[in-house]
């Protein structure tokens, strides 16, 4: 079982940066993959980022990349998302969630999830 608490969800001008914290607890914890989705009004939810625990390898949504930085850290059992340059269409609900295993990117996936933060980005 694996508990997830998202944080620093918020509202930013475009341009403007935000960072994100999952606080996961739980059994072997350091085994899961961890990953962040995002889901806008009237839209499917759409991964992010991803990273292996263990390992720190990290995937990225075309749509993010260069600018979203996912890592975690072992002491803290965190895993951020750190947003920089911002755009409108970057305003969601940003789910953080685990799974065992190997890499996914198909939210259905996974089976650990926190409640979401928000983030809206001003034009």
């Known amino acids: 079982q694996v508990q997830l608490v998202e944080s620093g969800g918020g509202l930013v001008q475009a341009g403007g940066s935000l960072r994100l914290s999952c606080a996961a607890s739980g059994r072997a914890v350091s085994t899961y993959f961890m990953a962040w989705f995002r889901q806008a009004p009237g839209k499917e939810r759409e991964f992010v980022a991803g990273?292996?625990?263990?390992?720190?390898?990290?995937y990225s949504a075309d749509s993010v990349k260069g600018r979203f930085t996912i890592s975690r850290d072992n002491a803290k059992n965190t895993v951020d998302l750190q947003m920089n340059s911002l755009k409108a269409e970057d305003t969601a609900v940003y789910y953080c969630?685990?799974?065992?295993?190997?890499?996914?990117?198909?939210?259905?996936?996974?089976?650990?999830w926190g409640q979401g933060t928000q983030v809206t980005v001003s034009s």
């Open positions: 969630a685990a799974r065992r295993g190997s890499v996914s990117m198909a939210d259905s996936s996974f089976g650990y």
């Open positions: 990273i292996v625990w263990s390992g720190g390898s990290t």
